[in-house]
């Protein structure tokens, strides 16, 4: 969005530019110090800012091999699988993490058998609000079939916040079955969601995890946009059960993608999906049957 916006504003200062936009950078240089508020002069700097906006652009299509940009795409893309892993395997209704920042990276092919990258990034957990330094290595197998990537990390001291107590708690109130919880849109188009819903909200990701991250290839960043409905079901086997529609969406392709999915939580258990399916795209889905 951001290198769209250069262009534009390039465009727009090109056409009030006129002829003179053709002028030579040296020139402009000396121009600018004699009429600094000259329209040529400034489109010739947008020019200018967009040719090297271009080259970050172009040098994102190859995949990149050895020490990555921790801004760029590659080594943002390999952190976020590290999140979605670390949510599968720790989060909880009160445990959740996010990527704040990659502060290194690193990428290379590992004979015919995949790209290995090994990073350093700070995660957050966002409900305690504690930061910290992890280590991980995101492996993304290559073969004919798409395989999930495999995630090692260490980052012990986030683990470090009991949420064992609101979690019972939680599971307590909800696994009598006396009105079974029934929710949609968390949150709702203008961001918020209920206090007594967030834990639902969280549960949604935690799952939706378990899909971003079996999902996740070197070409693939996603998030977690929305729970569209969550409804809970009879609990079996000490498990609560929900059945859940889900939006993710995938910042590179720019879709949002529609998962239904079973899963069963309980805090000694975690979540468990027990099925998933991922729907048509919704501008195919909402479409009546018989137009054109
Ligand atoms: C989270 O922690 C940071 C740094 O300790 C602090 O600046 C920030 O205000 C905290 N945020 C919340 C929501 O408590
Ligand atoms: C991951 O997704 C593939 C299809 O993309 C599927 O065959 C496989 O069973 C999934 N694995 C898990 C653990 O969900
Ligand atoms: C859940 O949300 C999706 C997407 O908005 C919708 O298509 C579906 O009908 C909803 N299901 C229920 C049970 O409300």
Redesign the pocket.
Known sequence: MGLRIVIALAVFMGVRGSPASTIRPETLTADMSAHPNRVPEIAGKAQQTIVKVEVVGAEEDVMATGELNPNHYPAQRAAKVVQHYLTTRYGSPYRLFGVQKVHSGNAEDVADTGRKYQLEISVHEIISNVTQTCSAEVFFPRGET?S?PHVQASCEELLKTDTKAQEEALYQQYKTNQGLLSSQRLPDSYGHIEPDMKPFWHLGILASS?IML??STENTLYNMAQVANITQLATENEQLKFDCHTLLHDMVSQEIIHWKMLFTWSPGEGVKVLQKEQLPHCHHCEKPPNTN
Do not use: K, L, T
Request: charged share 20%; glycine share 0%.
């Open positions: 798409q999930s378990f079996n999902e």
